[in-house]
């Protein structure tokens, strides 16, 4: 591009410089240099008396240029960068050793074409665009901290003052190009940015009508921090503007470039009361204090005539011209001549261009300019290798109201910003961290102290739009009263926690999301923010990557993995539990053995013993009895024999064994053991074939298909706890995978689930925000303080306390239930109502006989009380069978003689 444009530039110097009459300035004893600058300009009227000064103190001083004169050849650019290309030809025309300037990066760029090809030295104090500094242009060299380094030590402050979003004023010009996209980089190394770019058409073509459009796009955004890089005639209307239109007011960060310090250097006293640009920020080159700068700015006031304050840019100017005068010093010296040779690519060339020579010693001066060192007014100068001046610093002004400004720090590349002069620091070893960042107290736009939060809410007054979900299950995380439509929960109690925590009033509105009939799908609510529908979404949302790449959530609030629960597989449920404990060998082997005992013992005792004597259905009865008495150390008949008594001593201690044995057995298969599940985890629920239950609505399912690659035919939507519990039981569903707060409050109301595994993801729940919102980071220390103050702890008590399964609420899960000893009761029952029923049978079946007899015999003679049926069974039952029997046989004694 730029080499296109020098064509055309060259053919109309054809024009221009046609005509010119050749003029070799540099005579035997003079060394001339050339100067491009705008006289009218603020850096041009300082740069001459400074550069005028220089060339008289290096003519004073022979040891410089021996007896050399300098001579200074100036050309004006006059605000255009045509008419600066055209000088620095009409310069390089003349036999010129170095040039300083041009003042401008667009020359800049064109001129250092030239410069490579003539060998002609270009030295720019101003022309400060970091793009020069490439080695695309090897003869131009900057003589004052080029606009990278400014763009740092911007960055840094706003990096210092914890702003994030910066919108910028630019003019639309090669240097303030370059400058933009340095700013741009250095702003994201700090994990910043440049939110809204608003540019100024070049040079001085900028109109009121351009500036006030632009600030008022700005006054429409959210970033209140505002850097100006522009020239110092724009500067100074775009803040005269922002001034009149109140923008340089309470909450507006302003950050100037150091066009605005020159002026606050050079023209104190110019403000008109519209251009007191209180508490706003600026940069000025940093040069040390030293006896030579103090006899410079006494001795200035002689040489400006009192007509411009001195600002460091004199100073660089003054430099600059001694920098080339060493050097040219040096190659004299060296024994270097001062001479010039036909171009072969320009002498091929019709018309004046022809004339243009390339400088013999220009190589030889670049290197010694470039191995310069020395102290100057702006203190020690010398070049690192990649041509960029040592030690770049900046002051940090403050502007003050009629005290002008207050300094209220350094920047230096060495060591960031400090409060002591750079040079202080420079033996010490490099200290960047953020602890070492330190500024003055700043007095910030509307005349307050309090620091501007750098934003504010984009729409303007308007309530912030919170999207919240519309939740019909675990209502107790959000939830919406139909009819009051009030919203309350867990997750709404934090927000509102956190939004007065907040510096700043935070106006908002809740906008439900869903029908209510369903749970809301997450995703189409995060959505919602990107498409601009609310302006964040506040509940139990999970932060998962695939949101976090649309939005920005705060801190988490809340830990949230997922879990599987499953079903708790107990064995000792059911009605003939009793009977597991044994195999069934074993009890059948163990009931052989009681009567084998009966048995045995019989034998033994039969001829001995009285007990086991008498008809042979009781001493059956008395052989079993005996034999299963046993089992509780309960047999009442005496052994007699002695080995009788030796196989009952055996037997009882293989009895105690056996009963101790099934009732530990027993308890702990009714108190402890459980069949350890089947799923014991995600990856053996992979595994299966089996359906998975997952909330509706929620990013679970999206999750266990994307990553885990589980079939969507596998994946069954479950609204409510209820129908979890339901889905689980019924075994509509093996599993249920869900995030941890949900399940924790399922669990503790259903003891009979279990999770099973870790956390097989780590998570949490946070609130979403448009990408690079700054209410997001706001609301993270708000929360992270919530955390810290126990506040969030408290909210959470309140909300989501459990119960614990394993205590209070076991319901039938550790006890040992009645249904556990059913059967036995069932057995037992039903023997006793088998022997009741069998005695009553026996009962009736006598009392029918002895009614019969008694009828036959007595029979009423005088009228005596007639009894009824139930009354003569009641009172037969009353009396004894024995005496019974012993009446029935006298009344029949009488009656058959
Ligand atoms: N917490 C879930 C999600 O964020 C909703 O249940 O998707």
């Not at 131009?140 to 702003?163: E, S, V």
């Not at 009553?840 to 036959?856: D, F, P, S």
């Not at 012993?886 to 058959?896: A, L, P, Q, Y």
Request: aromatic share 10%.
């Amino acid at each position: 591009m730029y080499l296109d444009f020098l064509k055309v530039v060259v053919l109309l110097s054809l024009l221009f410089v046609k005509g010119l009459s050749r003029q070799n300035s540099t005579s035997a004893g003079n060394v001339t240099i050339g100067s491009i600058f705008t006289k009218t300009s603020l850096n041009g009227q300082v740069a001459d008396i400074a550069m005028r000064a220089a060339v008289d103190d290096v003519n004073s001083d022979p040891r410089i240029l021996g007896d050399r004169t300098l001579v200074l050849s100036t050309s004006d650019s006059n605000f255009s960068g045509f008419r600066g290309i055209i000088g620095g030809l009409r310069h390089m025309a003349t036999d010129i050793v170095a040039i300083i300037g041009p003042q401008t990066s667009e020359m800049a760029h064109i001129l250092s074409h030239l410069a490579n090809e003539l060998h002609v030295p270009l030295l720019s104090f101003t022309a400060l665009d970091p793009t020069l500094a490439s080695l695309q242009y090897p003869y131009l060299i900057q003589t004052a901290p080029n606009d990278l380094y400014q763009m740092t030590a911007i960055a840094d402050m706003i990096n210092y003052f914890g702003y994030k979003e910066v919108a910028v004023i630019y003019t639309d010009d090669e240097q303030s190009r370059g400058s933009m996209v340095a700013l741009g980089d250095r702003l994201a190394e700090r994990l910043c940015r440049i939110t809204y770019k608003a540019v100024l058409p070049p040079e001085l073509n900028a109109t009121i009508e351009n500036i006030t459009e632009v600030l008022v796009q700005i006054s429409r955004r959210e970033s209140r921090v505002v850097v100006v890089h522009a020239f110092e005639s724009v500067g100074r209307m775009v803040l005269k503007m922002a001034n009149s239109l109140k923008m340089v007011q309470n909450g507006y960060v302003w950050i100037a470039t150091a066009w605005l310090s020159t002026v606050l250097d050079s023209r104190p006293s110019s403000a008109t009361p519209s251009e007191v640009f209180e508490g706003v920020l600026t940069l000025r080159p940093h040069t040390p204090d030293s006896a030579m700068k103090t006899a410079f700015f006494s001795r200035w006031k002689n040489l400006s005539h009192g007509s411009i304050g001195l600002n460091p840019y004199g100073l660089y100017a003054y430099d600059t011209v001694m920098i080339i005068a060493h050097a040219v010093g040096e190659v004299l010296r060296s024994g270097g001549n001062i001479s010039f040779t036909h171009n072969p690519i320009l002498s091929s060339m019709r018309g004046s261009l022809s004339t243009l020579r390339t400088f013999d010693a220009g190589e030889q001066l670049l290197d010694n300019i470039k191995n310069t060192s020395m102290t100057g007014l702006t203190g020690q100068i010398a070049f690192q290798p990649d041509k960029s001046m040592i030690h770049p610093a900046f002051d940090i002004l403050n502007v003050n109201g009629a005290a002008g400004y207050k300094q209220i720090g350094y920047w230096s590349n060495y060591s960031g910003l400090s409060i002591v002069p750079p040079e202080e620091l420079y033996d010490k070893p490099a200290n960047r961290s953020s602890a070492n960042q330190q500024l003055r107290s700043v007095m910030w736009p509307g005349n307050t102290k309090v620091q501007p939060r750098g934003w504010v809410f984009p729409n303007n007054g308007r309530p912030l739009r919170i999207g919240i979900p519309k939740r019909v299950s675990y209502e107790l995380f959000v939830s919406m009263d139909e009819d009051t439509k009030e919203i309350s929960g867990y997750c709404i109690d934090v927000f509102l926690a956190a939004i007065k925590l907040l510096p700043y009033t935070a106006h908002h509105v809740f906008i439900p999301f869903g029908d209510g009939l369903k749970d809301p799908n997450y995703t189409q609510l995060i959505d919602s923010i990107t498409t601009g529908a609310i302006d964040a979404a506040v509940g139990d949302i999970a932060i998962v990557t695939k949101r976090t790449k649309r939005v920005d959530f705060t801190q988490p609030y809340i830990e949230s993995g997922l879990l599987v629960v499953v079903p708790i597989r107990n064995q000792g449920s059911g009605a003939w539990a009793f009977l597991q404990p044994f195999t069934g060998p074993m009890w059948a082997v163990t009931g052989a053995f009681f009567v084998m005992v009966g048995i045995v013992i019989w034998i033994l005792e039969h001829r001995i013993n009285d007990e086991f004597r008498g008809p042979p259905r009781q001493q059956l009865i008395t052989l079993l009895w005996f034999g299963f008495s046993t089992m509780f150390f309960a047999h009442r008949e005496n052994t007699m024999s002695t080995l009788g008594r030796m196989i009952l001593l055996i037997w009882l201690f293989v009895v105690l064994i056996i009963t101790s044995s099934y009732t530990a057995s027993y308890t702990s298969i009714l108190t402890l053991q459980q069949i350890p599940p089947s799923i014991r985890g995600i990856e053996s629920l992979i595994n299966t074939d089996d359906p998975i239950g997952v909330q509706r609505g929620s990013f679970v399912r999206d999750y266990l298909n994307d990553e885990l690659h589980i079939p969507k035919s596998r994946l069954i939507s479950l609204e409510t706890p209820e129908e979890c519990e339901d889905a689980l039981t019924s075994g509509r569903v093996s599993a249920i995978v869900d995030e941890r707060p949900y399940m924790d409050l399922f669990l503790s109301n259903y003891c009979k689930f279990q999770a099973v595994g870790q956390e097989f993801t780590k998570s949490g729940w946070g609130f979403a925000f448009p990408r690079d919102s700054p209410l997001a980071i706001d609301m993270s220390s708000a929360i992270l303080q919530l955390s810290e103050n126990g506040e969030l702890k408290r909210i959470g008590d309140k909300w989501l306390k459990t119960q614990d399964c394993s205590r209070g609420n076991t319901e039938g899960q550790d006890e040992l239930q009645l249904i556990s000893f059913s059967g036995l009761f069932l057995m037992s029952g039903t023997a006793g109502f088998l022997a009741l029923i069998i005695y009553l049978c026996k009962v009736i079946v006598k009392y029918n006989r002895n009614n019969g007899q008694a009828t036959e015999s007595t029979t009423p003679r005088n009228g005596a009380a007639r009894t009824t049926p139930i009354q003569r069974f009641l009172s037969f039952f009353d009396h004894k069978e024995e005496d019974l029997d012993s009446r029935s046989k006298r009344k029949h004694s009488e009656v058959i003689p």
